[in-house]
């Protein structure tokens, strides 16, 4: 069981971190290993393990993706569903972006 302090840990730690060919694959481990050694559990939306597991399936394929979803499950994280409040706030959020590739999941983040 994890305790009550949280970290929001975004899709490209998890890509990085399920995938060891990643360019990012050491610093994503150190990064989920310094947030559970400081006592923080790493979390994520369900926006994020959607985005994790389309990329995850588009780079590696469908048998990684399950895998990571499964993992997820397994370790009993604490996913915050992306409800009708959230998503409204990060539409907002995006709506009010100028900038070219702005990323809706990045804005449920924020909200």
């Known amino acids: 069981m994890y305790p009550a302090k ?6 490209d730690v998890w890509v990085g971190y399920f995938l060891a060919n990643d360019a990012n694959h050491r610093l994503a481990q150190k ?11 790493p979390i994520l939306t369900s926006a994020i393990l959607g985005e994790v597991a389309t990329v995850l399936s588009h780079k590696v394929g469908q048998a990684v993706a399950r895998k990571f979803v499964k993992k997820i499950a397994q370790l009993k ?35």
């Open 77 to 111: 994280l604490t996913v915050i569903q992306i409800d009708d409040y959230l998503h409204d706030q990060a539409m907002a959020i995006f709506l009010s972006e100028t900038s070219r590739g702005t990323s809706y999941v990045d804005c449920t983040n924020v909200a």
């Open 31 to 41: 990064v989920i290993k310094l947030a559970e050694k400081s006592g923080y559990e």
């Open 6 to 11: 949280q970290l929001l840990v975004d899709s």
